[in-house]
């Protein structure tokens, strides 16, 4: 009887070593992942503490900490500049950060475009003309009170509108380069319609429009971060939930749809929730350019595309980006402040153009 001889590389007897290798590589790839997040959170509560501690009247960090965790242990005169002047505003970089970083990093998702964020779809753009509409208007018939409220609540309709919009376009007429287009559309003309408030604005309301236009954090308020936490609290377990759909969503249409999702659907659902987080950011501070550009490129780099640490890993990213912002504009001039969305501005072109520039983009 002829034997026939099984190849070593073909027994049974070799699979559970191989699928144990394999295993082992998945575990180190998911603990590097891990621990990469975990560095990115050391990052920002430095960052935090350090930003708290930035300012005209110059705290350690030491003492911003003890104010922090023991607020018994320092004078009362640290303990406001900490927790009433400086805590709220340092919370608000943070929240913002993360919101415009999510919401860039999932435009970018649904796109397949590392182009695409808040700030280029026109979605910003649209906030700021909202807001400068209430100011040029209210400026002439409303009083401060109800003009405080007005220019948020502008901001946050305009902004959703223009997500809106850019959404019955692509119904309209279906496909990933429709919705760029129509965004680069919303933008020009945002950006038109605004131009003619500051042809018409007086000079304390044109004041107030190039404030707005130039970002600014200051005189952020408990209420005011309480209502952007929430937001993002409420729309963040949508998009984990959806996690592994974005993920496939990254290999393609074909892919994801021969897996079984729903891939316009997801579309639209993703750039909605996107639209309401960025609606609400910048309702407060003002157009905070590239934050949801730069930041998730960062996080694609460290952590890859896979939604369940694309996620969290942006999320850092961009809390962390914006409080270093926050410290150079409290820095870059000795005595005085720069506006936070020029020292972003700053920071974010150098990556743009390099995205532009890139080989294959």
């Not at 007086?202 to 130039?214: D, G, K, M, Y």
């Not at 939930?241 to 249409?253: P, R, V």
């Amino acid at each position: 009887m002829k034997l026939i001889k099984v190849s070593s590389a073909a027994s049974p007897l070799s699979m559970p070593d191989h699928s144990r290798k394999i295993s082992s590589n998945y575990k180190t790839v998911i603990f590097v992942k891990v621990f990469i997040c975990v560095c990115l959170a050391a990052l920002v509560i430095i960052s935090f503490l350090v930003d708290i501690s930035s300012g005209a009247a110059h705290l350690s960090v030491s003492d911003v900490a003890k104010s922090l965790l023991f607020p018994d242990s320092v004078g009362k005169e640290i303990d406001i500049i900490v927790r009433t002047i400086r805590l709220p505003i340092a919370i608000m970089a943070l929240l913002v950060g993360s919101s415009l970083a999510v919401a860039g990093m999932e435009m970018q998702t649904i796109l397949n475009n590392p182009l695409a964020s808040p700030y280029t779809l026109g979605i910003s753009s649209a906030a700021s003309f909202g807001a400068g509409l209430s100011i040029v208007v209210g400026y002439s018939i409303l009083p401060l009170s109800l003009q405080n409220i007005a220019t948020p609540v502008f901001a946050f309709v305009f902004s959703l509108g223009s997500s809106l919009l850019i959404y019955f376009i692509s119904k309209f007429k279906k496909g990933m380069g429709t919705i760029i287009l129509s965004g680069i559309a919303v933008n020009f003309m945002f950006s038109a319609l605004y131009s003619v408030l500051t042809y018409i604005a007086n000079n304390e309301a044109l004041r107030a429009l190039t404030s707005w236009t130039q970002g600014n954090i200051i005189g952020a308020t408990w209420q005011q971060d309480f209502i952007v936490f929430l937001v993002i609290i409420i729309t963040l377990p949508f998009l984990i939930k959806d996690s592994w759909k974005l993920t496939a969503l990254c290999m393609g249409d074909i892919t994801a749809k021969s897996l079984g999702v729903q891939v316009e659907k997801l579309r639209i659902k993703v750039l909605v929730l996107s639209a309401v987080i960025t609606a609400v950011a910048v309702c407060f501070v003002g157009t905070i350019g590239f934050i949801g550009l730069v930041a998730p490129y960062l996080a694609k780099m460290l952590v890859g595309e896979e939604q369940r640490f694309f996620i969290p890993a942006s999320l850092l990213t961009g809390a962390f980006i914006m409080s270093v912002s926050s410290v150079a504009s409290k820095t870059v001039i000795p005595g005085g402040q720069v506006p936070i969305g020029i020292v972003t501005s700053i920071i974010g072109i150098p990556f743009l153009l390099m995205l532009i520039l890139k080989k294959g983009r």
